[in-house]
C-alpha cells in the first residue's frame, strides 16, 4: 500500500482514512508521512509479552533439569 492509502497496482483506494489525511496535507500544502501513523497492535504486544513469559519460564525449567 502507497502511503496516500492507494493499491500500488490498481491505483484504488484501499485505505480511507489514510487517504483522507494524505488529501487534507496535500490541501494544506504540506507532505504526508504515514511512518508516524501506524502503531503497533496491542495483540502483538500481548503475543511478545507471553512469549517471553513462557520462554524465561522454560529457562527456569530447563535450568532445574540439568541442576537435577
Known sequence: M???GTCPFCEQ???YKRNA???AALAR???FSAQDEV???WHLKLLL???ALYLG???IEGVGWLVG
Open 2 to 4: 502507497r502511503p496516500d
Open 13 to 15: 483506494v484501499v485505505d
Open 21 to 23: 489525511k494524505s488529501e
Open 29 to 31: 500544502g504540506e507532505e
Open 39 to 41: 502503531p503497533v497492535p
Open 49 to 51: 509479552v507471553a512469549a
Open 57 to 59: 519460564w522454560r529457562a
